[in-house]
């Protein structure tokens, strides 16, 4: 995908709570991946299970998407080379900044807010950006707003090294092993 | 919304289960609500919190939306006059078959596993449909389904009889109670 080449985005999950967040954060993550973001950073308390829930994944299923836990989320944004983009609810309309943000060429950091978000960030990100101005959910909100980015190609990705493949059908499921797959070719 | 008129969606959540589930329960009913459903049903085991979640939000944010549960999927699925959709990671692209469904006018259930979807459920739905084939999350795989299904429009909808408003703005954060937002206009 030209699009995920030229602006590589990393997602910033804030303030994740192993015991409340565990699915929801996992969920989090791998709409990141699968909707084409390069990787993550999150921020709380560390949780190995979270990691490792991700990281298999990412092996069964292909690609190099991967996590990294950060102590500050300050230090983050403050280390950040490239443009950030918070996604929250009392932003400006997605449909009315993409356009904007999609002509920018420098890597994201698109920050999804957890149980609090801190006040200061408003002020530190280069866009907030709203998926509809109701409650929802970070998970929706952060799918939404890549396929926004990506136009829609996200939808296609390719991911390499896969080692289980799905083969679409109409009224059944079907998934083969990389070795058949690589044999059908 | 002209299409939400036309097709009415109902979200069907299958196997919900208190202790784990709450929160991505949650955040899928409150993306349903969002993204332009009318209502949702839920299955496995019933829980009056998710319920009340809901409710606060609904009362708050405004619209008419609605949660009950349901004992039996199958049950749900014989008594439902209209189209059934599944989405399932397994299933046929969104992208190729949207259209199709775009052109369908009748209500429609949209079918969101949980732990374990049952094997006979994919011979039960109209359409099986994939919102990438990779494993991510239900509340992504909906709110990108509403999305395609209602042409982005579900993104500035209106929500009537709402206590609290958001006004969007750039950098901080402006909710608003009914009463001021009424005498602004």
């Given amino acids: ?29 791998l709409a990141a991946r699968a909707f084409g973001a390069r990787d993550a950073i999150y921020t709380g308390i560390k949780d190995v299970t979270l990691e490792e829930s991700v990281s298999k994944i990412v092996k069964e299923w292909g690609g190099d998407f991967s996590v990294e836990y950060s102590e500050s989320w300050k230090k983050t944004l403050r280390a950040w080379k490239g443009k950030i983009i918070h996604l929250t609810m009392y932003g400006l309309p997605v449909e009315d900044v993409i356009d904007e943000i999609k002509d920018d060429l420098f890597p994201k950091l698109v920050i999804v807010g957890g149980a609090k978000v801190p ?67």
């Fill in 1 to 29: 995908m030209e699009e995920q080449e030229h602006k590589p985005i990393t997602v910033l999950r804030l303030g994740h709570r192993p015991s409340r967040d565990k699915r929801v954060s996992t969920h989090l993550l």
């Fill in 119 to 185: 006040g200061d960030l408003y002020g530190m990100a280069d866009w907030n950006v709203a998926v509809t101005n109701q409650p929802h959910s970070e998970v929706s909100a952060l799918a939404l707003f890549l396929h926004e980015l990506y136009c829609g190609k996200e939808l296609s990705l390719n991911f390499p090294g896969a080692k289980l493949t799905v083969v679409p059908q109409a009224n059944t499921k079907k998934v083969i092993p990389r070795a058949i797959h690589m044999s059908n070719k």
